[in-house]
């Protein structure tokens, strides 16, 4: 596994960001709202399953890699090659230190997601989860499309920014996120849709976050299950979707 420092031309957003994550990654103890992430279970097994299904015997990146969780689980879906970038120094050394340092299909750099060092064309798939609300969303989903292959797939998991309460939270609660992030709106899905095609969008967490406190591991639980359930219900009506609380978004490069 080959570490890579880059030199990187940050703007004053970057590096608010950048400090963020960095302070964040040393602290001891996880964010608060990390209690939350139950609610929007389904769409991460939603979005294993799909790199799963998607990524054997090909070259991908981990775009905002953090501290390595998804790339210790897609490793060992069989790419060919996988690559993972961050802009916190911090967590690219907690991510060196989780994946396996004999590990040669895996290669860890800091680097800037909105100007990576790649060159064209590079990879068959980018992914990423609660990375692209941190960026230049014009920026980075250049850089993504610059980056991949014809017909290559992006998949992302991202918090959305139209539920009213879930935004009074956000707002009462200033010091649990970077200053810059800026959950998704329907003006950035329309900038996915220009750059990319066959664009799909899946939605999470609406009665799965209300009835949080009810149910236990959501794996294992028949309460999550059936919230679940009926929120893929609800989401059939835009209203519904305006008040989930994640989105799961693939798409492909034009």
């Not at 120094?89 to 004999?102: D, G, L, T, Y």
Request: proline share 3%.
């Amino acid at each position: 596994m080959r570490i890579q420092k880059n030199k990187m031309s940050l703007t004053e957003k970057n590096l608010r960001e950048k400090k963020f994550h960095n302070e964040l990654q040393s602290k001891p103890k996880g964010r608060f709202e990390n209690i939350f992430y139950k609610a929007i279970y389904a769409s991460g097994k939603d979005f294993y399953a799909f790199l799963e299904k998607n990524v054997k015997n090909c070259e991908i990146l981990d775009y905002g890699c953090g501290v390595g969780i998804s790339l210790q689980k897609v490793i060992n879906y069989g790419p060919k090659r996988i690559s993972g970038i961050d802009i916190s120094e911090v967590s690219i050394k907690k991510a060196k230190e989780r994946i396996n340092k004999s590990n040669t299909i895996v290669n860890l750099e800091v680097d800037n997601c909105e100007k990576t060092n790649f060159e064209d064309n590079k990879f068959d798939i980018v992914y990423g989860t609660g990375i692209l609300h941190h960026l230049d969303i014009s920026k980075s989903l250049n850089e993504i499309h610059r980056i991949l292959r014809s017909k290559g797939s992006l998949v992302f998991i991202e918090p959305l920014g139209t539920n009213p309460l879930i935004n009074l939270y956000r707002k009462l609660t200033p010091n649990s996120r970077s200053q810059d992030e800026h959950p998704l709106v329907k003006k950035d899905f329309e900038l996915i849709n220009e750059k990319f095609k066959d664009t799909k969008i899946y939605y999470y967490g609406f009665l799965t976050l209300i009835f949080f406190p009810f149910y236990g591991s959501p794996k294992n639980s028949n309460s999550f299950k059936i919230l679940n359930k009926l929120d893929q219900i609800l989401f059939k009506l835009n209203f519904f979707k305006k008040l989930a609380w994640s989105v799961l978004i693939l798409a492909k490069k034009n």
